[in-house]
């Protein structure tokens, strides 16, 4: 941790920078908790003074230390001790810098500034002038029940639920995102998704002192779609936080290859050995899929694998292929674009994005060309057998079939109450055992 002596007034640091937009929310400043005997009466002033300013529209970090009236050769060393961890040029309008003094004297103890919404950077006095450090801001975690039927379409039946009227609507719609990432496999939520459908879901909800919150990991998850339930469980297999979802027998949810490589608007040309050419006006095979979407819409790769072409090809314009694992090979054509990370011989995984919809090449029209083939041969991507990830191993039956045993009962407690929630975890603001789960039983009726 390298210190910053405060350094004489005659010497010169600029304190510019620009001010992104956007906010940041801080955590509240926690002291030590003092020796047993020492304790203080309970409503004992605190021994610190805090002094909260705001970084304004076009206002420079520098400009809040001048604002708080410390003397140049101060806000100079605060300054280098800030940017041992991060830039003060990405600080956001709105966050919050806390200044804190030790009560009765207007010496300066310490100051806070939020670099994210889970870190901040602490600098404090000491003997030798101004230390720092970066700061994990407190989170706690709850799990959310809830259950709901949809009676329009799945954006009102979630983000309109009554139980979630107490997280921010973003967040009420990322739980909608997080179910198609789960299902994919499964089924289309553009398409396949009708009234009646049902649903069940127990999800984690990370939540920070100041009350702001995120949606989490779903737990577990049943979708009833036209009578047939669906079941995603997850079930971290080495416990190392890379876990996945699978069914009740056990088996992933998970394939070989996604079932779409983007969000799309339609499919406007489909795997046809005696398609009609538009631009060519010949009869000529289409060994692919066209898929129609706005120019820029992000295009992912459907399986991991390693890039072998990435550049112009003819009539496919800006084209990405991709080798894969037991003799499959992917072609993304007439791209806008590539992404930045994508070259020859690059590793990608499954999801990634690897460039971006347009209309290079001979195409008529913004879409993407998708092309599966295997052994050398071109398949139709809406009609093959994609394999199944790997269901799991013998040897961790056993604890699958406790935890599947307590995943399930999340969501029989859904239909229990609008929300329940279980003991926090991590940080406990009410002094619990961290480590302590359960389900409190608590929820309306």
């Known amino acids: 941790m390298n210190r910053f ?61 001048n604002r708080a009236a410390l003397a140049s050769a101060e806000q100079q060393a605060l300054l280098l001790a800030f940017q041992e961890h991060a830039s003060p040029s990405r600080l956001r309008v709105g966050t919050e810098v806390t200044f804190r003094y030790l009560r009765g004297e207007e010496r300066l103890r310490g100051v806070d500034v939020v670099v994210s919404p889970d870190e901040l950077v602490r600098m404090e006095r000491d003997d030798f002038g101004w230390r720092s450090s970066k700061v994990e801001t407190p989170v706690w975690t709850d799990t959310v029940f809830v259950a709901g039927e949809i009676t329009r379409d799945l954006w009102s039946a979630v983000v309109l ?20 990432r789960v299902f994919q496999w499964q089924l289309d939520f553009s398409r396949q998704i009708q009234s009646g459908d049902r649903y069940r879901l127990a999800f984690e909800r990370q939540v920070r002192p100041d009350g702001s919150m995120r949606t989490g990991r779903i737990l ?71 898929y129609a979407a706005a120019t820029g819409t992000p295009v992912r790769a459907t399986s991991d694998g390693t890039v072998q072409v990435r550049g112009v090809q003819g009539g496919y314009g800006n084209l990405v292929q991709i080798r894969h694992a037991n003799g499959y090979m992917t072609r993304y054509a007439h791209l806008n674009g590539f992404a930045s990370d994508i070259r020859v011989g690059s590793r990608v995984r499954q999801g990634q994005v690897i460039g971006y919809v347009g209309m290079t090449g001979l195409a008529t029209g913004p879409h993407l060309h998708y092309e599966l083939h295997r052994n050398g041969n071109p398949v139709d991507p809406l009609n093959i057998d994609i394999p199944s990830g790997d269901p799991i191993p013998p040897e961790y039956l056993e604890r699958w079939s406790g935890e599947l ?12 109450g609008p929300v329940l929630r279980m003991a926090r975890s991590g940080v406990d603001a009410e002094g619990g055992d961290p480590d302590e789960e359960g389900v409190d039983g608590r929820g309306s009726e």
């Open 161 to 180: 639920n009554p139980a979630l009227e107490d997280m921010p609507r973003g967040d009420r719609a990322r739980v909608i995102d997080f179910m198609d």
């Open 220 to 290: 577990a998850a049943e979708l009833v779609n036209r009578g047939a339930p669906l079941y995603a469980i997850w079930f971290d297999l080495h416990e190392d936080g890379e876990g996945g979802y699978y069914d009740l027998e056990g088996e992933s949810l998970r394939r070989a290859f996604l079932r779409a490589p983007l969000e799309y608007r339609r499919i406007s040309s489909r795997f046809n050995r005696n398609r009609f050419h538009p631009v060519l006006n010949v009869r000529r095979p289409h060994i692919g899929v066209d």
């Open 5 to 65: 002596p405060i350094l004489p007034a005659g010497t010169f640091l600029g304190l510019g920078g620009l001010v992104g937009l956007g906010w940041l929310l801080l955590a509240p400043t926690l002291d030590r908790v003092p020796d047993a005997g020492t304790l203080e009466p309970l409503h004992a002033e605190t021994a610190e003074r805090i002094q909260v300013e705001l970084l304004e529209f076009g206002q420079t970090f520098g400009g809040v230390l």
């Open 405 to 416: 045993d307590v995943r399930f009962a999340l969501l029989d407690a859904a239909d229990r």
